[in-house]
């Protein structure tokens, strides 16, 4: 059962950051194409946020309790309806409303898949956070690969993302009636509106000022490395693919790195390692070593959020499915402020600028999380 249940949910993500994959490749013929200034691109981006927050919350305090994580199977479905609209929109209007119901899709599949793999860890003792953000890095790659090969073959884009509806409309209908329909979930407490504990708050702040800043290299490093460093369209998503394998390398092996070194090492001391060859490398202007620095970023930083989860898991017994949920909301509160932010900072100053306050961001974060306390040492592996 716990092996259906990881599948399902692995595949929920893979095949919906796929197309979303593709989708960021193709922002910079997006913005061309309707002449979308920077710091519209950034509300838009804020509605995203807005709707994906509002989605998350309904989700965790209605959905999940009444009718289990299965329900991410059809949001599955409702993804690839919602991607194909915000995609083809016709004018900057439509393609800032639009990112609406994309982000509701999107909203649902977040914390059902969560509470799957949180009830799928606490079944076989294991730590199946990081592999479970793994399949978002790797989905993502995918969809990266698939716009760079199509873009530079000049495919038409309405033939590109209309093969990825189909994919994830039958990926959705199979998650719904095969792995998922076969599986039965324990009961899903319903946490009520209440103030979450210090500890989900303080993890959650933390989280928010990285989901804050991680649209910078998702939604912004195709532009910079094109407009800005002078690389052609289709080599545009390389600093996302870096980032994408090197995220896919640490989280597979995201368990046996933790049990060996410790979550100190791993969620801090070497994330403040990966952000420090970034910064180096942005301040370099050099657009190859650039790509190798978003490389080291997210080899670097890949077990952070994973590790996040983990410990509001541990610490919060009485309902764990809530404490991560909690987190995961407050993470995306980071995506209000930060998107809107980041384009006026684009716009204004650089998108360089933008780079090195990631890079600076991030170490602090990983500094702050080091002084807390509540990363473990080295721990011995765990056995299914």
Same mark, same amino acid.
């Given at each position: ?9 692995? &595949?929920?993500? $893979?095949?919906? %950051? ?14 061309? &194409? ?15 946020? *807005?709707?994906? #927050? ?39 209007? &439509? ?5 609406a ?6 909203g ?35 969809? %990266?690969?698939?716009?760079? $090969?199509?873009q ?5 884009p309405?033939?590109v993302?209309?093969g ?11 998650i ?43 939604d ?6 094109t ?10 998503g390389t ?8 995220e ?16 100190? @090492? ?10 420090? *060859?970034? &910064?180096?490398?942005? @301040? ?23 590790? @996040?989860?983990? *410990? ?23 995506? #209000?402020?930060?998107?809107? %932010? ?17 890079? *600076?961001?991030?170490?602090l974060?990983?500094?702050?999380? @080091? ?7 080295r ?5 299914a």
């Amino acid at each position: 059962m716990v092996d259906r249940m990881i599948f399902g949910s692995r &595949l929920a993500v $893979v095949v919906c %950051l796929m197309s979303y994959g593709c989708w960021l490749s193709y922002i910079p013929w997006k913005v061309d &194409l309707l002449g979308i200034e920077y710091d519209m691109f950034g509300f838009a981006l804020l509605v995203f946020g *807005i709707f994906s #927050l509002s989605s998350m919350l309904f989700v965790s305090h209605v959905l999940l309790p009444r009718f289990g994580p299965r329900i991410a199977g059809l949001a599955v479905v409702g993804f690839a309806f919602a991607l194909q609209l915000w995609v083809f929109a016709p004018n900057t209007t &439509l393609f800032i409303a639009l990112a609406a119901p994309f982000s509701l899709a999107f909203g649902v599949i977040q914390p059902a898949t969560l509470a799957v793999i949180t009830q799928a860890e606490a079944l076989s003792g294991r730590r199946l956070q990081p592999l479970h953000w793994a399949s978002f890095s790797g989905g993502s790659l995918f969809g %990266l690969l698939i716009g760079l $090969v199509s873009q530079a073959l000049n495919l038409p884009p309405v033939f590109v993302f209309g093969g990825l509806f189909v994919l994830t409309i039958f990926a959705g209908l199979y998650i719904f009636m095969r792995p998922f329909g076969t599986v039965t979930f324990s009961p899903i407490a319903s946490p009520g509106f209440r103030i979450p504990s210090q500890t989900v708050l303080f993890l959650g702040a933390l989280a928010a000022a990285s989901m804050a800043t991680i649209s910078i290299i998702l939604d912004w490093s195709a532009l910079w490395l094109t407009r800005d460093l002078g690389l052609t369209i289709a080599l545009g998503g390389t600093g996302i693919m870096a980032f994408n394998i090197a995220e896919i390398g640490a989280r597979i092996y995201g368990e046996r790195l933790i049990n060996r070194f410790g979550e100190g @090492l791993v969620a801090g001391w070497g994330m403040v390692i990966g952000c420090l *060859i970034f &910064l180096a490398a942005t @301040l370099s202007g050099n657009p190859y070593l650039i790509v190798a620095g978003f490389g080291s970023l997210g080899f670097f930083t890949a077990n952070f959020i994973p590790i @996040l989860f983990g *410990i509001a898991a541990r610490e919060e017994t009485d309902n764990p499915i809530a404490a991560v949920n909690d987190v995961n909301l407050l993470a995306f509160v980071g995506f #209000l402020f930060g998107p809107p %932010l980041i384009g006026y900072i684009a716009k204004s100053v650089s998108i360089t600028a933008c780079m090195l306050i990631l890079g *600076i961001t991030w170490a602090l974060v990983a500094g702050v999380l @080091l002084v807390s306390r509540k990363l473990t040492q080295r721990t011995p592996a765990v056995s299914a």
